[in-house]
């Protein structure tokens, strides 16, 4: 087993040089106010690597920051890739620090989703293989800069994302009969309510706006879902896997919104409404817009 543990795959910006605020480049959008190129410090960036507007984010244009999550990839390239160095204090080392955390984060975010999908009852067949993925994925990510940076990234995450899908679908089938298959569907603004996605893969879907008031997602594998915006007032997640703290803190919720173990509740996220949201009855196939 990998010693990459739970601690290490949750973003520590005070063991971090700030290189999501850097590294990337950002343009301005909803999402974003400002344009930024790669390798330029945002502009609120304070000379000790913190946020100079954190606490205000949202109100100040900077959504995005807000939903932003290295696995830990940030602490991980500072501490160890680099020894410390940072950008600022080694102008040689800038480039190489800001590409090697262009690798180094999709791996951790593959570590977490590993990480999770251990926690599920599955065939011990699957479970050795995912535990030798976590291995080798937490072996490669930890490597020096140089081997790390020559790492093909998406060859690596094609063999592990299978992996990961036949996890979600054991999952699904072991809680009832398997949902239906929604992965990487477009359900931009759609209406999901009278929807039943029980037990429904959703890996990687659009749900960009999407209302799920009152919707419930138990047994549905939310891996990689798209899920800004979309209005989870009242659902029921308790249940759903590979859910992220960053895909609730992109969507709308309130306090009758069930959360899977270990979520917290974001703070923008509203109060419920007097009235309760209440589910509707769901039916077969996808519900209509309204």
């Known amino acids: 087993m990998a010693e990459v543990g739970p601690e290490d ?20 959008s909803a999402d974003f106010a ?30 995005g920051c807000t939903t932003f999550d290295c696995f830990g990839a940030g602490q991980r390239v500072t501490r160890n890739a680099f020894g410390g160095r940072n950008w600022r204090n080694d102008s040689t080392t800038a480039q190489a620090m800001f590409d090697t955390f262009a690798v180094v984060r999709p791996l951790h ?11 599920l009852d599955l ?17 490669v990510a930890g490597g020096d800069p140089e081997s790390v940076r020559a790492l093909a990234v998406d060859a690596h995450r094609g063999r592990v994302v299978p992996l990961l899908s036949r996890a979600g679908d054991h999952a699904r089938a072991r809680s009832g009969r398997p949902g239906t298959d929604l992965r990487g569907a477009a359900l931009l603004g ?16 659009q749900l ?22 979309a209005d989870l007032r009242g659902a029921n997640l308790s249940a759903a896997l590979f859910v992220h703290q960053a895909q609730l ?3 709308r919720g309130d306090r009758a919104t069930r959360l899977p173990p270990g979520r917290s509740r974001p703070d923008h996220w509203a109060a419920p409404a007097s009235a309760p949201v209440r589910p ?10 309204r």
């Open 9 to 28: 795959l949750r973003a520590d910006c005070s063991r971090c040089v700030g290189l999501c605020c850097v590294a990337p480049a950002f343009a301005a």
């Open 34 to 63: 400002v344009d930024k190129p790669a390798g330029q410090p945002c502009p609120n960036l304070r000379p000790d690597f913190r946020c100079g507007i954190h606490a205000d984010l949202r109100n100040r244009g900077f959504p």
């Open 109 to 119: 975010e593959l570590l977490w989703h590993l990480t999770e999908a251990l926690t």
């Open 123 to 139: 065939p011990a067949s699957l479970r050795v293989a995912l535990t030798e993925a976590l291995t080798d994925t937490d072996q």
């Open 190 to 205: 759609t209406d999901l309510r009278r929807t039943d996605v029980r037990r429904a893969t959703l890996r990687g879907a």
């Open 208 to 229: 960009v706006g999407a209302d799920l008031r009152g919707v419930d997602l138990t047994g549905a594998d939310l891996a990689g879902a798209d899920l800004r915006g």
């Open 249 to 251: 803190d992109a969507a």
């Open 280 to 289: 509707r009855p769901p039916a077969r196939g996808l519900g209509r817009r």
